[in-house]
């Protein structure tokens, strides 16, 4: 992973955490959308200028890339890259959990 990556994608965003999290299985934009909501209940609601400009720049990082068109929606997946940087954010996340948890 160059400093590039690290900088922009280490923490993560909770919408980019998202994404990734949603691509491990090929998606399009829309399906993402609705993925985050049933999995934060309602909590989380990712706009279209959001989802579709993260998108493109995941793309252009290479953290995600296009796989297809489905019925004019772009199918998206994670990458290697996407992989190393989606686990290293659950590992954080993890240990901030680990670390408030041992507070309590």
């Known amino acids: ?4 990556t690290r900088k922009v994608y280490v923490p993560m965003t909770e919408t980019g955490f998202y994404i990734l999290y949603c691509l491990q299985q090929p998606n399009h934009g829309y399906g993402v959308v609705q993925t985050v909501e049933r999995l934060t209940d309602g909590e989380l609601r990712l706009a279209p200028g959001t989802m579709y400009g993260s998108l493109s720049k995941m793309e252009k ?15 998206y997946e994670i990458t290697e890259l996407g992989r190393e940087v989606l686990s290293l954010e659950m590992r954080r996340i993890r ?10």
């Open 95 to 104: 240990r901030l959990y680990q670390t408030v948890g041992e507070e309590n």
């Open 61 to 75: 990082d290479g953290v995600i890339r296009f796989v297809r068109e489905e019925e004019k929606r772009k199918i």
């Open 1 to 4: 992973m160059d400093a590039h």
